[in-house]
């Protein structure tokens, strides 16, 4: 492993892949106090030439070799098509670079664990852009449900639904699924040990636009994912479910990102084993409007500054492809035949 110093200056960084995700993480660099966008590549002309225009103090390139070989370059954030995610991310460490990969760090676990490997020979930092995790509203969340306020944590569910655009490459599970999984495994804080998943391909064969997925965790928290391209309403919305409270996470709710309810059973002081229902107040804690992308690309850049393990580092990252992986094979095993 190579000893790395911290930058001196602004931590340098360049963004290969400038499709949809891309412009906005470069645009996020360049407004970072303390970081510097120096290189932007992607391979076609017409995309180099319209973020030139407004990136003028960034150098454009069509090839990712320009940016290995710059020794004034600290770190490359990858916003490639996924299946290259994770051999460019070994390129790019092996190269000295730290790296930043989008979400999910690989199409498999043998290829996350090669990017985490290479992180640390190398000694490179290897992020994971699990963007969620850095959402203030999924931070207040965590904090609620980690300080007790909810009791013991009984199951979670996410719906991650809309009419939205189909993918003939990836399935509903990895392209939607990735961000939820991320998220229950922040809030559980520990690894699913049974997973279930069913799908069906309405629109395209074999390429799921519907999943339903069920996780069982060794503390006896369950969480069930439902995710789906062909539905009537647009939903991002994560529920905690408790002994004592309940709360959800709403990022379609303009005004109320968090909501806690004071809802549950209380056991019956004049039976013994007679529970009732018991509805209270319900409260929405003030969450920042700050941009999810902006407090990921900065502890992304302070990460590379302090030299502290990121949020979502690579060993986060490959228990995300971990559990992509199983509920692959359970909708592979699964699957409707004829």
């Not at 804080?189 to 074999?206: I, K, Q, T």
């Not at 992308?293 to 502290?308: A, K, N």
Request: glycine share 8%; aromatic share 6%; hydrophobic share 40%.
């Amino acid at each position: 492993m190579t000893a790395v110093s911290p930058p001196d200056g602004d931590v340098t960084v360049g963004v290969v892949g400038l499709g949809y995700w891309g412009p906005n993480l470069a645009r996020n660099i360049e407004q970072v106090q303390g970081a510097q966008l120096a290189w932007c590549c992607d391979a076609r002309d017409d995309v180099r030439a319209r973020l030139a225009s407004k990136h003028t103090r960034t150098r454009f390139t069509a090839d990712l070799a320009d940016l290995l070989a710059d020794d004034e370059l600290d770190a490359i954030v990858l916003a490639t098509p996924v299946p290259t995610h994770a051999e460019l991310a070994v390129r790019v460490l092996e190269a000295g670079k730290h790296c930043f990969v989008e979400k999910p760090l690989a199409q498999s676990v043998a290829d996350a664990e090669r990017a985490v490997g290479a992180a640390r020979a190398t000694g490179r930092l290897l992020m994971v852009g699990h963007l969620l995790e850095y959402h203030p509203g999924v931070r207040k969340l965590k904090e609620i449900a980690d300080s007790g306020e909810l009791g013991d944590i009984h199951y979670i569910y996410s719906n991650r639904l809309n009419l939205g655009q189909l993918r003939a490459d990836e399935n509903a599970l990895w392209s939607l699924g990735a961000h939820d999984i991320s998220v229950i495994l922040h809030l559980a804080d520990e690894d699913p040990s049974e997973l279930h998943a069913h799908g069906e391909s309405y629109m395209r064969a074999g390429v799921e636009d519907v999943v339903f997925a069920f996780l069982r965790f060794p503390s006896g928290l369950a969480a069930h994912l439902h995710l789906s391209w062909l539905d009537p309403h647009k939903e991002r919305r994560f529920t905690v479910v408790g002994s004592q409270r309940m709360a959800t996470f709403d990022d379609m709710d303009l005004e109320r990102k968090v909501t806690v309810y004071d809802k549950g059973f209380d056991q019956s002081a004049s039976s013994y084993g007679e529970y009732i229902t018991r509805a209270g107040d319900i409260y929405s804690p003030r969450i920042s409007n700050a941009e999810p992308l902006r407090l990921e690309v900065e502890h992304f850049v302070q990460c590379v500054r302090s030299g502290d393990t990121p949020r979502s580092d690579g060993d986060s990252g490959l228990r995300v492809v971990r559990v992509l992986e199983h509920l692959q094979t359970e909708l592979d095993r699964s699957r409707r035949q004829g």
